[in-house]
């Protein structure tokens, strides 16, 4: 969601803001959230009022130096000439970073703000160069008018979840944040990846450290220590097991990962085992979303399903067929699949061609899976959904 338009004012604060929603009952106490709220309720205090002159930092900028002159419509507490630093806020899924910094957008007082996904950011930033090359056929250079568009539409710039996947990204990040910074912008942050790890291990790593630099020299790193992971407690009310496996079972599948991760997607992943290794189709923290022929379909065994039970708590299964004596061997697998779950009580959310009791009534070992279609109905009481995951 892109938050530029709504000018919401919360007077005395994010910190406030934060305790009365504690003390309603809205959140629970949690001294690694209150920590970042009194973080962000400085850097709110310093930023009131913020609003640097967009043409006058581009003219002081023009000779390449940082040394942006602002001209600001009321005093902002910081030395002359120098932009508050921003925060990035780094932290596992769930911990409630994307909330602290909604709160902190809502209560900004800076006249022109703007809080987006940094991915839909990123897709906005390729359409305009391609629309500026259009329209520019001669030059060479989009990104001085890019940063220009784009401050001088928000001094405040929020990103929700920051990540860099993507080489044609990595390779405009520098000069563009350059040219913000340059500007005045201040940028405040949600991510899952440290800056110092952004990137890390893809190919054209080392063009992209001096963005590293860049951003541990204007953002001051915050890790959001919660213990507590929010997101894991939404699994109470979802429906948890969708039939048939139609395109409405895949929308509500797609909606739980959503809601469990904060993410459409996830990132493949691949665990290592002794001698060999599993890959996931996609992993969001300590959720994964596979589909029925990915786990069951292929030659896996009681290791590799040990290995997703505890790296993972939750599992979003897709498309579990009706099995007979034509694929005993995948419900073979099956059976030890949610066995495995079921043993160290990771949750399970799929879409299936029936009910548990009428998945599996012919074929080999046939009368076992009366008891993983036992097992299946207790996955999705709300009794087993509060167990707690052993790893
Ligand atoms: N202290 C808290 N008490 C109760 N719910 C919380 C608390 N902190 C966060 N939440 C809720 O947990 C969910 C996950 O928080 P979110 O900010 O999306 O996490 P993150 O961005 O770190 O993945 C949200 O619905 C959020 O409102
Ligand atoms: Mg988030």
Known sequence: ??????????????????????????????????????????LWRRLRGYDPNVEEAAKASGGGGFMARFFRRKPVDEAPGHAPQGLYMVGEVGRGKSMLMDLFF????????????????????????????????????PIPPLAEAIAGEAALLCFDEFQVHDITDAMILGRLFEALFARGVVVVATSNTAPADLFKGK?????????IHLIQQKVAVLHLQS????????????????????????????????????QRHGEPRTLALLGRSISVPQAVGGVARADFDALCGKPLGPAD??????????????????????????????????????????????????????????GENAAMFQRTASRLEEMQSQDYLRLPHLT
Request: proline share 7%; aromatic share 8%.
């Open 227 to 262: 213990a507590q992971d929010y997101r894991r407690d939404r699994i109470h009310g979802l429906p948890t097991w969708h039939v048939p496996a139609d395109g409405r079972a895949e929308r509500a599948l797609d909606s739980a990962f959503l809601e469990l991760t904060g």
């Open 305 to 362: 399903y040990l290995a997703l039970s505890t790296h993972f708590h939750t599992l979003v299964l897709d498309g579990v067929p009706r099995l007979g004596p034509d694929n005993f061997d995948k419900a073979r697998r099956f059976i030890t699949l949610v066995d495995t779950l079921y043993e160290h009580r990771c949750k399970l959310v799929a879409s299936a061609a029936a009910v548990p009791d009428q998945l599996y009534e012919q």
């Open 1 to 42: 969601m892109d938050g530029s338009s709504t000018p919401t004012k919360t007077a005395e604060g994010p910190l406030p803001a934060y305790r009365a929603r504690v003390a309603s009952g809205a959140l629970r106490t949690d001294p690694a959230q209150a920590l970042a709220a009194e973080t962000l309720q400085d």
């Open 203 to 211: 190919p054209g790593r080392d063009a992209f450290l001096p963005f």
């Open 106 to 141: 809502d209560c900004a007082d800076v006249p022109r703000k703007r809080r987006i996904h940094f991915h839909q950011f990123m897709q906005d930033c390729h359409a305009r160069i391609h629309a500026w090359r259009k329209a520019n056929p001669g030059e060479t250079d």
